[in-house]
């Protein structure tokens, strides 16, 4: 029989205290997230699993995995550090490891990556901690908080920094049940000379996370060959484990980036074997092959193709047995329906230039000015910062196709879809009708391409006959130059005027109040300056007349008016006749001069060829103009 406390019988001395009716814990999830995340947890931010060594005096193989007791030892361990190793080295941080881990404030793109050398340098980092005492106030909470750490951050582990792949292997099982983002760099490789070329443009890509010179140097930067060494097969073992530690991860939840530049393909389905041990994933992307050279001659065609059938097969399920499905025999307006959500149609503009190719692996004249904003040939392109499968992070290196042996299953950089057009005829033609009449096509100057040929009869005559009928957007750049140079330019009697009249009955053939042209005079006061011995760069001190300038733009005036005269001879009705004419800076004083400042030669000929009331400002050309550039941050140096 068990006894019953005395307090049955008599009162106790003490008052009771009631439970609350409401905890903490009644609230909804979505307002104890937010308490989360205002009490500093971290989300959408990088979380790199790897140690840093404590100096530049000591390189990552003085650290011997098995033995950490002994690793050398970091004075100064940084509050985002010391939070860190309570999520990441279970919950109790082990005391043994005293290092720090990298921070996103010290990535490549920032100014304390590197020293005046080149050569990477650790800073302390400033970050705020995170709540780590959350992980101590209840079981409950301490799983909410666990969950929303690993699935609402990206997870990055390099192989060749301090704990290599052992800092992803060694989490807890319901951690990687909960990851939804990870980068994995088996190696990485990067010329001295492909270093060179991204320092003009905007740095996306990240460098691996050496330790000091010595590391960059040794055998760890280089490509993985087919003649293996005993560094390649250690690190496909490595990455054969790991792939079995992540088989607790659910279908369709991971965003996977994988990185390893082999140097032939043989290497590279070697590498790849083990990834088809993981479940369905959501996205992936996988790097095969570092940043292409302009002038490189190597075909990566084999691994950028190899890439993208890995990611198909690692993110689309096993095609059920049926039977295949007749697309032809559905209605003309449902295949137009279906047609217009793939890459036949691009929210950007797309460049035409008849020139021999960019790169190696571009094999159509048809590109976004975004990928290539610098116009020079052979020219190296720029990421598209979506093909990192986090969407609220830029890459930590680039998978796109259109620069590397890569492919991404998130990547938005324009690929012509070649196999539409050589499907069958009525695909064929379906397919013409949407990519020439709902993209904008840019026809660039003579600058620029490789045909002496006036630019816009270039164009006209290198499409097909039939997808003329199509266009509805077309902007031509005139090649133009001062009056010393101009040459017989779309003057009678010169060639290429020959081919702007053959140009008008190409543009009567297009269904009247559908095409909208847009000429670019392509004038520039700059050019002007300089053709007068003036700088490109800086104050040469030199003051070109106003009078100059006067007489250059009337020149180029006169040829556009000509121009705009023809298209109304030849009777051609335009949906909008847009024109660009870059306004006069003088710097003289006076009503003449005033007029001459204020005057839109551009909006004067496009009433020469719409009429008086016409006014294309409010038929949307500068909203044309101001997205020319797609998703670029910053402008190019036209």
């Known amino acids: ?18 439970p609350p009716s409401k905890t903490f814990l009644h609230l909804p999830f979505i307002l104890r997230r937010e308490i989360y995340l205002l009490a500093g947890l971290s989300i959408n931010s990088t979380i790199y699993l790897n140690y840093i060594p404590s100096s530049n005096e000591h390189c990552i193989q003085d650290y011997n995995p098995l033995i950490p007791e002994h690793w050398p030892v970091e004075p100064y361990i940084t509050p985002r550090s010391h939070s860190l190793s309570h999520f990441l080295d279970s919950y109790l941080p082990q005391p043994q490891i005293s290092l720090n881990r990298h921070c996103e404030c010290q990535d490549c793109n920032s100014h304390a990556s590197y020293n005046p050398n080149g050569v990477w340098v ?11 005492q959350l992980l101590y106030v209840s079981k409950v909470i301490a799983d909410e908080v666990f969950s929303i750490f690993f699935s609402e951050n990206h997870f990055s582990v390099f192989r060749n920094s301090l704990c290599g792949l052992s800092a992803l292997s060694s989490l807890p099982k319901s951690a990687l049940e909960d990851m939804r983002s990870l980068s994995i760099c088996l190696n990485y490789f990067e010329p001295e000379v492909s270093r060179k070329i991204r320092s003009f443009g905007p740095v996306i890509q990240r460098c691996d996370i050496d330790c000091h010179a010595p590391c960059a140097a040794s055998k760890q930067q280089r490509l993985f060959t087919k003649a293996k060494r005993h560094h390649e097969e250690v690190s496909i073992g490595e990455l054969q484990q790991l792939c079995q530690t992540l088989t607790h991860i659910p279908p369709q939840q991971l965003n996977l980036s994988f990185t390893c530049d082999v140097a032939d393909t043989a290497i590279a389905e070697e590498v790849l074997h083990p990834l088809f041990q993981l479940p369905r994933l959501r996205e992936c992307s996988i790097r095969l092959g570092y940043l292409y050279l302009p002038d490189d001659k190597t075909d990566y065609t084999p691994l950028q193709h190899l890439a993208q059938e890995t990611v198909k097969k690692l993110t689309t399920p096993p095609p059920a047995a049926q039977k295949p499905f007749n697309f032809p025999a559905l209605p003309l307006e449902i295949q137009l329906q279906i047609l217009s959500h793939t890459s036949l149609v691009t929210p950007y503009d797309l460049i035409w230039g008849p020139n021999t190719p960019i790169a190696k692996y571009v094999k159509t004249p048809f590109y976004e000015p975004r990928t290539f904003p610098w116009r020079a040939y052979p020219s190296h392109a720029e990421c598209c910062t979506t093909c990192s499968p986090f969407p609220a992070l830029e890459p930590e290196i680039c998978f796109c196709w259109s620069s590397l042996a890569a492919f991404s299953s998130t990547c938005t950089c324009f690929r012509l879809p070649l196999p539409l057009f050589l499907l069958n005829k009525s695909t064929q033609k379906i397919a013409e009708e949407i990519f020439y009449g709902r993209n904008h096509f840019q026809v660039l100057r003579r600058a620029y391409t490789a045909s ?5 009869y270039s164009f006209l005559t290198w499409i097909p006959e039939s997808a003329r009928r199509c266009l509805r957007f077309l902007t031509w750049e005139m090649s133009w130059g001062c009056m010393s140079d101009w040459g017989g330019y779309l003057q009678k009697g010169d060639k290429t005027h020959t081919q702007w009249l053959a140009t008008l009955t ?6 009247a109040g559908q095409l909208s042209l847009t000429i670019d005079t392509s004038f520039s006061q700059d050019c002007v300056y300089i053709q007068n011995g003036g700088w490109e760069y800086g104050d040469s001190g030199i003051v070109v007349p106003d ?15 000509s121009l705009a005269r023809d298209l109304v001879e030849s009777e051609i009705r335009l949906r909008d006749s847009f024109w660009w004419f870059e306004g006069l800076r003088l710097r003289g004083e006076g009503e003449e001069l005033r007029e001459e ?6 909006r004067l000929l496009e009433k020469m060829v719409m009429g008086r009331a016409y006014e294309g400002e409010l038929r949307g050309k500068g909203v044309r103009r101001a997205e020319w550039n797609g998703y670029q941050r910053y402008q190019p140096p036209w």
């Open 597 to 602: 400042r204020d005057l839109d030669r551009g």
């Open 452 to 456: 002496r040929e006036l630019e816009i």
């Open 122 to 132: 650790y800073t302390a980092c400033n970050c705020a901690p995170l709540p780590w």
């Open 547 to 561: 009078s100059v300038y006067l007489a250059e733009a009337e020149f180029t005036f006169g040829i556009a008016a």
């Open 1 to 18: 029989m068990v006894q019953p406390t005395l307090y049955r019988y008599f009162p106790s001395p003490r008052p009771l205290k009631r």
């Open 506 to 511: 190409f543009l009567k053939d297009i269904p």
